[in-house]
């Protein structure tokens, strides 16, 4: 194996190199926020695609069992195996669903299922990097603030690596699922008065003051993990780029992941073209697809309200980056009314996959693409589902069950006494609706 150079921190903003063994987040000169830097790999094109593809073939030691760490070249080329703190994770399936595609307006879609990471979303994906390197600077404790999945990841992670973890949530906004894990994981959680922007808030307040590290997708290793989502499924699709990825977009932390994924992927060809992104928000959370409409010549910040409450976020942290991601590869930001995302949803969940609102977004997304003739019928697409279907019942009841008039979708569960005569009088119920 090659020999790497530590990994080192760059300011996306000034420049300024910070040594790799901090517990900022941000530049100590600006503050703005940082990048990795490590050497790239020797090989590049088809021979660094035999390596990962070797990798995933066979064996179960931490570089072919997580689809992380099988691509750490180009995630944290420095760490060992034994400082590795991994599930494993990734690995997702990459799936087709023809009645999605279809109500889409699409030939076919691809879904790439991160609720199928050990805690349920794609954020393991980071946070498998992210507490790796909290071991590895030897940090007391490790903190976030979080609308709820990035909470449960690194309650998870935390519990794995044996260190303290405080987690900052908005009290009241979060979905049981996700408060459940964070509990059940051991995390410290603070339920806080207030929204997921003033949790942020505080919790870089709390990780500049009180010295605890910060886990949040501003941190650059967070980033560097979640870029593998993108590569894992270039790597499903044999090397060969889709037209779109489409994906929903809170804290933006996602969106520039998977432009500094795809920046890297056509560098070291891996790729023979960039794939564009479509950045999905909900409409009532939607200060990134705001400023895409005025070409960001201004930053929009918004108070955030929407059922998608992993995506409820009004002044996106990695908001800069995320503008260069969807530069970079000629992308579009759009935003989806919430009765959208939950129709998207039932249809997503009735398919026999299931996920989340919030990733329920990127498919309501590329319907109005569709529609608006940005994508089309033809095109290849991959729409990723960031969150597993469990993590949010409350709001999957809700719609199933309890909204009236009955939703486009909605499977209303039927009570009936225990006797044959009501399940018989069901079935031919439901055999006159099938006609
Ligand atoms: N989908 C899900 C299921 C999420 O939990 C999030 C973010 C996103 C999409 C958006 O990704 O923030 O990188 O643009 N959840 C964060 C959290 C904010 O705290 O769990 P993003």
């Known amino acids: 194996m ?10 996306d903003e000034c420049g300024t190199v910070q040594t790799a063994h901090g517990t900022r987040a941000q530049c100590s000169a600006c503050g703005g926020l940082l990048s990795l830097r490590y050497d790239p790999p020797a090989e590049r094109g088809p021979a660094l695609q035999r390596i990962f593809d070797t990798r995933l073939a066979a064996g179960a030691d931490v570089q072919r069992a997580s689809g992380v760490w099988r691509f750490r070249e180009l995630v944290l080329p420095d760490a060992t195996d034994d400082e590795i703190v991994s599930q494993p994770e ?3 399936p990459l799936v087709a669903r023809d009645r999605v595609a279809e109500w889409c307006g699409l030939n076919s879609i691809n879904l790439k299922l991160e609720g199928a990471n050990p805690t349920g979303s794609f954020k393991d994906r980071g946070m498998t990097v992210a507490i790796t390197q909290a071991r590895r600077i030897s940090a007391r404790a490790v903190a976030c603030a979080s609308t709820g999945n990035t909470s449960a990841s690194l309650a998870a992670y935390a519990a794995l690596a044996g260190l303290p973890a405080l987690v900052l949530v908005p009290n009241g906004m979060v979905a049981l699922g996700k408060l459940a894990q964070t ?12 929204d997921f922007d003033d949790c942020m808030r505080l919790a870089r307040s709390a990780a500049e003051n009180l010295g605890v590290y910060l886990a949040n997708s501003i941190n650059p290793y967070r980033i560097a993990g979640q870029k593998t989502i993108v590569l894992d499924l270039l790597q499903q699709l044999g090397w060969q780029a889709p037209d779109w990825i489409v994906l929903p977009a809170g804290n933006l932390g996602n969106t520039a992941a998977f432009g500094a994924a795809l920046r ?7 790729i023979d073209r960039m794939p564009r ?3 999905i928000q909900a409409a ?3 200060p990134f697809a705001a400023s895409f409409a005025g070409n960001f010549r201004e930053r929009h910040r918004v108070k955030a309200e929407t ?8 002044d996106p942290a990695s908001y800069e980056r995320a503008v260069r991601a969807i530069r970079d590869t000629n992308g579009l930001v759009i935003a989806v009314s919430d009765a959208e995302i939950l129709d998207a949803k039932a249809v997503v969940d009735a398919s026999g996959v299931g996920c989340e609102p919030a990733s329920a977004a990127s498919v309501a997304g590329v319907r109005e693409l569709v529609a608006n003739g940005s994508i089309r019928r033809d095109a290849t697409v991959v729409a990723v589902l960031t969150g597993h279907v469990l993590k949010d019942s409350g709001i999957l009841l809700q719609y199933h069950r309890d909204t009236e008039p009955a939703p486009a979708f909605a499977n209303r569960p039927i009570e009936i006494d225990a006797d044959l005569k009501a399940v018989e009088d069901v079935l031919a119920m439901s055999r006159q609706s099938d006609s």
Not at 2 to 11: G, L, Q
Not at 183 to 194: E, F, M, P, Q, W
Not at 307 to 314: F, K, L, N, Q, S
């Open 90 to 92: 990734g690995n997702t």
């Open 284 to 286: 009532g959370a939607a």
């Open 183 to 194: 509990i059940a994981y051991g995390a410290r959680t603070l339920l806080v008065r207030g």
């Open 307 to 314: 059922v998608a409450t992993a995506i409820r976020i009004g």
């Open 277 to 279: 992104l479509a950045a």
């Open 264 to 270: 890297e992927a056509k560098d070291l060809e891996l």
């Open 2 to 11: 090659t020999a790497h150079t530590a990994t080192s921190e760059f300011c």
